[in-house]
């Protein structure tokens, strides 16, 4: 299966503002998107920047990863 991970920085703001601990990694799949404060990846992966076709959420810089099991700590 394939994941795209990347850095929520609207989390990272709110969380300085406020005082807030909320995940700022966002790893979206096929069928769901899970929030974590860290991510482990078992298989391959790539470092993407494609600032002319971002993704859905605006994000410019994320990783695709290919996985059977992902390990997420929230």
Known sequence: MRAQ???N???IRANKKDGRD????TVKTYKSNEYARSVKIN???TVVYAPESP???GA???IEAEYEV???EA
């Open 22 to 25: 909320h995940p700022p990694l």
């Open 60 to 62: 410019h810089v994320w």
């Open 43 to 45: 298989g391959p992966s």
């Open 5 to 7: 991970i990347h850095v």
């Open 9 to 11: 920085q609207h989390v």
């Open 70 to 72: 992902l390990e997420l």
């Open 55 to 57: 993704l859905s959420c």
